[in-house]
């Protein structure tokens, strides 16, 4: 029996009504996206982002650099900044668009996995904890995921209907993908066990002749179109690397950028165990995870080759990210973005099978419950505790050293000091200066410690500047320690044992932490006497 016909109605023309759900749908989804988006204060590299962007926008210089990665994030910042200005809402409202569209995609999942099953993996997109969250933050991870879900879905459109634009549009996007972040070359590593997989029946190991002689047919007939395909993903990737080739020396970004993040694997510079995602992953990704090797198990026998394909490609991605060396939460959403058709599968069923007579359903009141739970859980990431502080005791563990919303506060009186005339507004020294370069850009600032004779209402030095400053300043000064960066280490040891199940029970409950939220703690000198 087909995934399409356990997971819901088969794909038929589109009625009314399911366009309207895929309208209210889109809406909640960009909603979601668009609230509060501007409130958190900007994390480090968005910050980086941002301001380059708005460097590109207003003098056209791009070169491309695997630090700070591909090109799509700042093409797509550069054109909110030049329509709507920048800010930080503008800086994340290509992120949370970028992030409706990939709900959107979830759409092109009905033909292979039926009505109810892509609707509800668009349910799981927009409301996925990590998925919500990262499609609100300045950076490339969403574009990777767009592109990246754009050229499997739109390349198995054109292999069921051999439309020239499937194949057209999945080429464009494995471009963006490409020229989004370096994960592609993890993707494109991954794709050969999963393809792989694709070869593979249950109870009869690998079909390999047969299909290999198919293989090749199939080529033969599509030769031309792949070919167009192909040279279309190279133009488009080269426009984009060489900035409409004024960077013709940046034509080849695969050596550049496999040599530099292969050494930041092997030097771990943002480093943690092998097991660093798994909490993560089940804190947050249970309504996802679980019924996707629910749904798994249950078809072990029976699995698609699409169905094979998926968990392949998702064992494999957790498999490849607990290795590599650089450990970040937001590559979480590359780990489970796989997962998404099969787990939107497995609840289509559990809310459209056929109901007990007594009307008790435990296995529906559980998927209640684990629904309502993820719900909360994005919530409380998204909009309640989105950024760490050491002033309030409550911590999310994907909140990955965070800029404090005190540093934002900071920002408004240098503005307002601006804004009355002070010109230097303030002199900035040390690690502050990222996101104040962002934040403080149409302000006059000295970027160093002041000097006699130009003393600015503002001073922001790091905590082992202060004496230096304070020699320099004198008493026209008032002095105040502010947190920068604030960070919570989940620290767990057995001996003794912490967490104790009553530490995480409350904090499950709670997200009140059971050890310390640090932070990088940074001096403010306000002038308080004339100078």
Known sequence: MSPAVLAGTG????????RQLWGALLLVALLLRLFALGDRPL?????????????????????????????????AVASSFLLLGGSDFSSRLPAALGGTALVAMAFLLRRRFGVR?????????????????????????????????????????????????DLMAASVLAAVAFASKENFYVL????????????????????????????????????????????LFFVVSELCYTLFLVHPESGNPAFQAISYWWGQHSVERVGGPKTYYLPRLVQYEFA??????????????????????????????LGMYAYLGEKTPWLIVHQIFPFVPLAGAFWAELFFRQRPRDGFDPPLLAGLAVGAASLVTAATLCFAYPALTPAVTKAESVVYVQTTPELKRLVKEIEVAAAAGAAPAASVQGESGWPLNWYLRKVQVDWSLPVEGRLPPFVVVDADKAQEARGILGAAYKEEEIPLRAWWIPETSFRPLQ?????????????????????????????????
């Open 11 to 18: 794909p038929g023309p589109v009625t009314r009504r399911e």
């Open 43 to 75: 994390h480090h590299d968005e910050s980086i982002h941002a301001w380059f962007s708005d460097h590109f926008l207003h003098t056209g210089e791009y070169k491309y650099d695997p630090v700070y990665h591909g090109p799509i994030q700042y093409f």
């Open 117 to 165: 099953a892509a609707f509800a993996a668009g349910v799981l997109t927009a409301c996925s904890p990590n998925l919500l969250y990262f499609t609100r933050f300045c950076r490339e991870d969403v574009w990777s995921l767009l592109g990246t879900a754009g050229t499997l879905l739109f390349f198995d459109e054109w292999l069921a209907t051999r439309r020239l634009r």
């Open 188 to 231: 494109l590593a991954l794709l050969v066990p999963s393809i792989a997989a694709v070869f593979w029946e249950p109870g009869e190991g690998i079909v390999f002749w047969p299909r290999i002689r198919r293989l090749v047919e199939f080529l033969e007939a599509t030769t031309i179109a792949l070919t167009g395909a192909l040279l």
């Open 288 to 317: 996802l995870l679980i019924p996707a090797f629910l749904w798994v198990w249950k078809r072990r026998r029976e699995l698609g080759g699409v169905e094979r394909f998926l968990v392949t490609l998702g064992v494999t991605s």
């Open 499 to 531: 967490p104790t199940p009553l530490q995480l029970l409350r904090y499950l409950l709670t997200r009140t932490p059971w050890s310390v939220v640090g932070a990088q703690q940074i001096t403010v000198f306000r002038r308080v006497q004339s100078p």
